[in-house]
């Protein structure tokens, strides 16, 4: 499947962006190993580097070794190769429910963005309304969900809307139409070498 489902509830964990960026990378594999309920996957550390955006295999085994502490991803065994030597590592990951709040992400973004840009999209990504195709939360709004200093959230909303992931407009107040007083935001996901919005069909 193209997308993944991710709990609202990511936001609730107090994740760094790197935290985030990796669990919700290890959250979209597909798992390796049905014996472990679905929770198991086997991943090298490179490849999480590349697919997050993350310069070091070092600060990837710190950034697990910190999720682990936080009971959301537990390195159980390292495979061997042939000549002995220690392979890929396996990964128990503990999946938040999405049976009563979720969102979508496309797999595709993982490898196209660093930690802090993934993490403000994926917030984006939880805020989107699909009933009205539309996200409207301010950049204080992301100050607190995030973390983040509002210039930096600046700075990386237009980085995204660069990178054609989302689109930006500004709403004009209807009490004063020459104010404006929102940011919206609309989702683009790349579908067989097009763009289009989400939600439509």
């Known amino acids: ?71 959301l991803v537990m390195p159980i065994k390292r495979s061997l190769k042939a000549n002995g030597y220690k392979g890929t590592y396996i990964y128990e990951i503990k999946k938040l429910p999405t049976n009563d709040s979720f969102f979508f992400v496309d797999r595709s973004v993982f490898g196209q963005l660093v930690p802090r840009q993934m993490m403000i999209y994926l917030f984006i990504c939880k805020s989107f309304s699909m009933q009205l195709k539309d996200c409207w939360n301010s950049y204080n709004d992301i100050c607190r969900q995030t973390g983040m200093k509002r210039e930096t959230i600046i700075n990386t909303i237009s980085e995204l809307e660069s990178l054609k992931l989302i689109r930006r407009s500004k709403r004009k107040s209807k009490e004063n139409r020459r104010v404006y007083v929102d940011n919206h935001y609309i989702l683009i996901f790349y579908v067989k070498g097009k763009i289009r919005k989400k939600g439509k069909k």
């Open 1 to 71: 499947m193209r997308n993944i489902k991710l709990s609202n509830k990511i936001f609730d964990l107090g994740l760094s962006a790197k935290e985030l960026s990796i669990y919700a990378y290890l959250c979209s594999l597909p798992s390796d190993y049905p014996m472990f309920d679905g929770t198991a996957v086997k991943v090298k550390q490179t490849t999480i580097a590349q697919k997050c955006g993350l310069n070091a295999v070092q600060t990837v085994s710190k950034v697990i070794s910190s999720l682990a502490t936080k009971g």
